[in-house]
């Protein structure tokens, strides 16, 4: 981990919003008053702070009311060509209510999300920034240079259903899942694989031996079979 500079751990102790709950050595816990578990909502409104997490907190401090709908972009956490994608980002008026969300978790690494929007978002996901965290609209994988730090930690994905909405009904089905966990899964099949074949081959070996004929004639007889 990162220590928190001075500033921003001044801050902190002076807002109203955080409350210093714990601290080992160095490492102190805030608990954030304001905050209310939200796996995914939609974001119209972009807010770009230059700098980094100090600034982000600095700004939160000023006016913490815009925080409502909007995510968060910290340009040293901007890269490639995302600065020109929030250049295109015009329609911060776009109200809310003309969007509508659903999701479920299929488990802990795998979301389906349903979307009903007809202009461009930004779809923010409150876990931990992950590059592997990928995300797929109507089957078609949404670009690396779309998927943003948001909030400073969290993960967000630039989405403009024109480009994926191909019924044009302003519907979009989005799966984002994190792909090292299908990693997982193909070893563990290839291992299961790999285990019913040894003790096939096993049972065939013993078998072509003798000695589990034998024992399966033995207990033919035992039952009266044979």
């Not at 608990?31 to 230059?50: C, E, M």
């Not at 040293?76 to 329609?91: A, E, P, T, V, Y």
């Not at 966990?181 to 031996?209: D, E, P, T």
Request: include cysteine.
């Amino acid at each position: 981990y990162t220590p928190l500079p001075q500033e921003a751990k001044t801050l902190l102790d002076n807002s109203n919003e955080f409350h210093l709950e714990v601290s080992f050595g160095e490492l102190d816990l805030y608990r954030n008053n304001a905050w209310k578990q939200l796996h995914f909502y939609i974001a119209t409104k972009v807010v770009v702070v230059k700098g980094n997490i100090k600034q982000l907190i600095e700004v939160l401090q000023q006016n913490v009311t815009i925080m409502d709908n909007s995510v968060f972009l910290l340009t040293d956490f901007l890269k490639g060509n995302q600065i020109r994608i929030l250049h295109d980002f015009k329609f911060n008026d776009v109200p809310i209510k003309s969007f509508s969300l659903r999701y479920k978790m299929v488990n802990p690494t795998k979301y389906i999300v349903q979307i009903n929007a007809t202009q461009p978002f930004f779809l923010v996901f409150s876990e931990t920034y992950d590059v592997n965290w990928v995300a797929y609209v109507d089957g078609t994988r949404i670009p690396d240079s779309l998927h943003f730090v948001a909030n400073g930690y969290a993960n967000a994905w630039y989405i403009n259903p024109k480009l994926f909405d191909k019924d044009n009904d302003g519907h979009l089905n989005i799966v984002i899942y994190f792909w090292p966990q299908s990693l997982f899964y193909f070893g563990l099949s290839i291992s299961g694989v790999a285990l019913c074949c040894y003790v096939s081959y096993l049972m065939y070996y013993h078998y072509k031996s003798g000695d589990l004929r034998s024992k399966i004639l033995k207990l033919f007889c035992i039952l009266g079979l044979s």
